[in-house]
């Protein structure tokens, strides 16, 4: 897709109510250079009170690992990096990256990136502003992503969560997602991905 028709692709809408009633018209469309700015600033800071804790024992002829879902003693707010792709790049070579949008306020957005040669989709970043979530915003984003993967054929999309987002890989997985593996040492404090995938359909 060249970036005249990502510019031009039609606005996706859905309705939400605020506590006075009020209706507000959410749009989920592409971003323009402008909305990028806004969506890089964007604070994926969450809070869990659970966590994934991996178990691996390894022997002649065997390996085995497990994942246990564990219960912390008090909740834990994990900050996250900011951005630091170049998205004006992933923009222009026509990446999959849509913005929910109310007014002149971006609620949050979403990047896929593509692997031609496995023909699947990576989502790469999947925020919504704290204050927005749990509304229906990451869901609608989502939805339209994998629209996007269907158009161009894609055999899956694709996600890596830190074991420490219990709340992003309990979203993934309400959402037709699957756990198909997990990586190591990827980040620079040794994080553990779980990763998750599931057809785009």
Known sequence: MSCAEARASPQRSLISHSPT????VIYIRRPTLHDLNECAKLDATFTTNKVWQMNLQADSG????QFHLVHL???????????ARDMTKAWQRGDGIYAARRGNMILGYIHIEVNHETKTGHIRRHVVAPEFRQQGVGVALLERAVEWGRERKLQGIEVALSTKNHPAIEFYLAHGFVFTGFSEHLWGNQEILMHFSRVAR
Do not use: K
Not at 21 to 24: I, Y
Not at 62 to 65: D, E, G, L, T, W
Not at 73 to 83: C, H, I
């Open 62 to 65: 065997r390996i085995q690992v």
């Open 21 to 24: 009633t009020e209706v507000a």
């Open 73 to 83: 003693p008090r909740p834990m707010t994990v900050p996250v990096p900011p951005e």
